[in-house]
């Protein structure tokens, strides 16, 4: 299997653009936005104003090359380390800072919004993809749902129920696989013996697609291919990206535990944003200044967004109580007095 | 003997383990190169290799699944699951497989297998990171709970888990890894499963726990013996089964009963302990029996988690509360 590609690491054109270089420059502009968040994120979980982060360094173009071929109404289920991706879909940033810091309110989308909280668990959320879009095509709508995971939550046995629900309903869901090389310490190999993730589409009746990973384009272009089926009634599709996973597994990790530095530096030769500053570059796309601009942009965004949730007044200790239920059943009530009188 | 946290003596009671019988191996998500997220199996792939301490899929349901197969075929499994959080897809398992076999099978096969597993919070993780749920692993039949509080007791039962012949979960509360060092023997022993532990005698009241809340309530009488009061503290150790004869002592000798978990109020290991206290104590007692739980909610996220989970204040105004005072 040859992954799709359409952007060489040095920038060139393997294939044919699918977008214009406005649109490469706004998505080169995201992605730069992303990994600003991502550095901001690990920077402040050292100075401890954040809980534990997992960082997504290495795999933007996945995240912004996906989401940029879906439409806003769209929906996105992803996980702990998919924060490009939910921005992108219209996630706020500080709602995601709010979470890191261990804050409730930072699961709330803002109305409209169709991206879900970040699943924690692996594995367990790619089913709700199925059903989102499922019932999405039950009420007569066309929105389609995308779901992102890692290659070690297809191991769980919920990947197989929501691969093989997608496959018997023709449910409109994308199903993106950031194989980015390891699971905490075990490599891709060690989780399944097949030779390619994508493979694993067969024994579900859904097309796989292997692509690579760190090319913003090729994403672009085969999440834009698999929207239009999923829209159009023609079912699922498995899409695995083939990236890499440039810091550790979370901020608790120790990566050189179980990898050499040899292959972290080996990947950065492939960095998804470097890659499409080289393209932008030879299609004179791109200067120092609008590097800079696009820089100090994504900087005062990622401050304010950080101000925003840091300023926001921490709730009270009984709030839990009012987050369980429609309306707080006795027993919450009960609790939350206890709660006050006992401490 | 060494000074060893709860970690380290769980790493030494596996080291043994695996040392002494062939047929125990060690079972889990990046138990191997990594030793552990939290480093509990560390070193124990370089010393017994990769077909002894195996490293795994994510895959929860996957590993008890395989365990139980490997425990009926003659295996020891000592599997691991990364957090109690991450338990819930290998509960089918564990409630319909390996609390069963036994009986399904008359005796003929059997399942002499642990499941490790942290739990509980306190350290102001992720979602789904500080569950305690233990009680619906107590309600399971078939199966043994055991819950360590300090490093001694978790080697010791560890290895009588080991060598129980049937399934034993162990649940290593998160915020005890660390939190505490003992002098630990260096050889093997064993503590038995089943039998709780007066950790501090008293005569006023009684507080019944175990885990992480043996140090919150040891904290919570040392409040109390400042105002007079003296409490008695007994660590069940073992939650499922239970041992009845300490819980209905303890509340003879105070007769003033304070139960307290941090897993959620609605039947949890507290309402148990209380069931009992009425059963078999309710003449020896002088006031009603309090339970100090955690709530019916979620625990909640890092910024306000230090609310959910019981602490010293919360248990000694329960103590209080029995005493009138
Ligand atoms: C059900 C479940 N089991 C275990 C974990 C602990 N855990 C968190 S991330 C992770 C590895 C996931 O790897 P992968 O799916 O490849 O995604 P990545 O972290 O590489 O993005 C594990 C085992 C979990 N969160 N949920």
């Not at chain 1, 924690?120 to 019932?135: N, S």
């Not at chain 2, 946290?5 to 889990?28: E, K, P």
């Not at chain 2, 309402?271 to 059963?279: K, R």
Request: with cysteine.
């Amino acid at each position: 299997m040859e992954p799709v590609r359409i952007l060489s690491p040095d920038g060139s054109l393997v294939g044919d653009a699918p977008f214009d270089l406005e649109e490469a420059r706004r998505l080169f502009a995201a992605m730069v936005t992303g990994r600003t968040y991502d550095h901001k994120a690990t920077a402040m979980q050292k100075q401890g104003r954040l809980a534990t982060y997992a960082p997504f360094e290495g795999q933007e173009a996945c995240q912004i090359g996906s989401v940029a071929a879906l439409r806003p109404d769209d929906w996105l289920v992803g996980t702990y380390r998919d924060a490009a991706a939910m921005w992108f879909q219209g996630y706020p940033w500080q709602n995601l800072f709010l979470g890191r810091m261990g804050d409730e309110r930072g699961g709330e989308a803002p109305a409209g919004v169709n991206v879900t909280p970040p699943s924690i668990t692996v594995g367990g959320h790619m089913i709700h993809a199925v059903g989102l879009g499922w019932a999405e095509r039950l009420q007569g709508r066309d929105r389609v749902a995308l779901t992102l995971f890692g290659d070690g939550a297809t191991s769980e046995g919920d990947f197989h129920e929501a691969m093989n629900f997608a496959g018997v309903y023709a449910t409109p869901t994308i199903f993106l696989c950031q194989n980015n090389g390891f699971a905490i310490s075990m490599p891709r190999d060690r989780q399944t013996a097949a030779e390619h993730l994508a493979d694993k589409a067969i024994g579900y009746g859904m097309p796989g697609i292997q692509v690579d990973g760190n090319d913003l384009m090729a994403i672009y272009s085969v999440t834009r291919d698999a929207v239009a089926r999923a829209r159009t009634g023609e079912g699922p599709t498995f899409i695995e990206a083939l990236t890499f996973r440039i810091g550790p597994h979370t901020t608790t990790d120790d990566a050189g535990r179980y990898r050499e530095d040899g292959e972290v530096e080996e990947w950065r030769t492939r960095d998804p944003i470097d890659r499409v500053r080289a393209y932008l570059r030879l299609n004179d796309a791109w200067d120092e200044a609008w590097e800079q601009e696009t820089a100090d942009a994504a900087g005062d965004e990622i401050e304010a967004a950080v101000a925003a949730a840091e300023a926001l007044e921490p709730f009270g200790p009984t709030a839990m109580f009012d987050r369980m239920y429609a309306e707080p059943t006795s027993a919450m009530d009960r609790q939350r007095g206890m709660l006050r009188r006992d401490g | 003997m060494a000074e060893m946290n709860m970690a380290q003596a769980i790493n030494q009671a596996l080291d043994l383990a695996l040392a002494a019988d062939d047929a125990v191996i060690v079972f889990g998500e990046d138990v191997g190169t990594t030793g552990g997220v939290f480093r509990v199996t560390d070193g124990l792939q370089e010393t017994y290799g990769a077909e002894r301490v195996i490293d795994a899929p994510v895959a929860e349901s996957g590993i008890v699944g395989a365990a139980l197969g490997m425990a009926i075929a003659g295996l020891k499994p000592v599997a691991e699951i990364q957090f109690l959080g991450f338990a819930y897809p290998a509960y089918d398992q564990i409630v319909s497989h390996v609390g069963r076999i036994r009986n399904r099978s008359n005796h003929r096969f059997t399942a002499p297998m642990v499941i490790r597993i942290p739990f509980g919070g306190g350290i102001g993780a992720a979602e789904h990171h500080s569950e305690s749920a233990e009680a619906m692993l107590a309600h399971t039949p078939g199966v043994k709970v055991v819950v360590p509080s300090t490093p001694i007791d978790a080697k010791g039962l560890l290895l009588a888990a080991i060598e129980d012949p049937d399934p034993v979960i162990f649940l290593e509360p998160i915020r005890m890894y660390r939190a505490l060092k003992q002098e630990v023997p260096d050889e093997h022993y064993t503590l038995p499963i089943g039998v709780a532990q007066t950790v501090r005698e008293g005569v006023h009241a009684s507080i019944v726990t175990y885990g992480s809340m043996v140090r919150a309530s040891q904290r919570a009488a040392d409040l109390l013996a400042e105002e007079g009061v003296s409490v008695e503290i007994v660590d069940l150790r073992t939650i499922s089964p239970l041992d009845e004869d300490a819980i209905v002592a303890t509340v003879r000798r105070t007769g003033r009963l304070v139960a307290v978990t941090e897993g959620h109020r609605t039947g949890n290991m507290a309402s148990e302990i209380a069931a009992i206290a009425q059963e078999k104590a309710l003449y020896s007692l002088l006031a009603p029996v309090e339970r100090v739980t955690g709530w019916d909610t979620v625990v909640p996220l890092k910024r306000t988690e230090a609310h959910y989970v019981p602490g010293p204040e919360r248990i000694a105004a329960a103590v209080r509360r029995t005493l009138g005072t």
